[in-house]
């Protein structure tokens, strides 16, 4: 009689299910790259300013989204009934939409110019954005995501690159 080393198929099969299960727990926590934090950053914060829109319009509360260029500063506020800034009610507003790290390089809006330091605030209220608005977000790499707010509309779109005017 002869003995055979090895192992089963189903060995094999219950090892690479065990491998796939821990690398499904592994990756999601592994540290992204700045160039993935930068196009997260940009697309949260135009989806975050898209929904506060929306929200304004539909609750008739007025949002603020103060930044401060030259930082990784971009804060809703919600105001109340008294014109005071207070934490938004709703939790997708509490959030930060600015990754750490990724730096909010300027702001500009066509009766200011460029803003590039000091800090800003926009008012979005029932009707939305009162101006276009253009934020340009850079990692420490120097690479850069543009997002857009037009006014009325509610459309916000992010774009990568330094964009000055929509494409």
Same mark, same amino acid.
């Given at each position: 009689?002869?003995?055979?080393?090895?192992?089963?198929?189903?060995?094999?099969?219950?090892?690479?299910?065990?491998?796939?299960? %821990?690398?499904?727990?592994? !990756? &999601?926590? =592994?540290?992204?790259?700045?160039?993935?934090? +930068? $196009?997260?950053?940009?697309?949260?914060?135009a989806?975050?300013?898209?929904?506060?829109?929306?929200?304004?319009?539909?609750?008739?509360?007025?949002?603020?989204?103060?930044?401060?260029?030259?930082?990784?500063?971009?804060?809703?506020?919600?105001?109340?009934?008294?014109?005071?800034?207070?934490?938004?009610?709703?939790?997708?507003?509490?959030?930060?939409?600015?990754?750490?790290?990724?730096? %909010?390089?300027?702001?500009? !809006? &066509?009766? =200011?110019?460029?803003?590039?330091?000091?800090? +800003? $605030?926009?008012?979005v209220?029932?009707?939305?954005?009162?101006?276009?608005?253009?934020?340009?977000?850079?990692?420490?790499?120097?690479?850069?995501?543009?997002?857009?707010?037009?006014?009325?509309?509610?459309?916000?779109?992010?774009?990568?690159?330094?964009?000055?005017?929509?494409?």
């Amino acid at each position: 009689m002869r003995i055979r080393g090895g192992f089963t198929l189903i060995e094999i099969m219950v090892v690479m299910a065990i491998i796939s299960m %821990v690398m499904l727990l592994v !990756i &999601p926590k =592994l540290p992204s790259s700045d160039q993935e934090n +930068l $196009k997260i950053s940009a697309r949260t914060l135009a989806s975050t300013l898209r929904y506060m829109q929306e929200r304004a319009q539909t609750s008739g509360i007025r949002y603020v989204l103060a930044i401060v260029p030259g930082t990784e500063t971009a804060k809703f506020s919600e105001i109340s009934g008294d014109g005071s800034a207070k934490e938004p009610s709703d939790p997708l507003l509490q959030k930060s939409a600015v990754k750490e790290g990724i730096i %909010v390089s300027d702001v500009r !809006i &066509p009766r =200011l110019g460029k803003v590039i330091d000091g800090q +800003l $605030k926009l008012d979005v209220g029932a009707a939305g954005i009162r101006d276009f608005v253009t934020i340009h977000l850079r990692s420490s790499e120097g690479k850069f995501w543009t997002v857009m707010a037009f006014p009325s509309g509610g459309k916000v779109k992010a774009f990568e690159g330094y964009l000055e005017e929509p494409p």
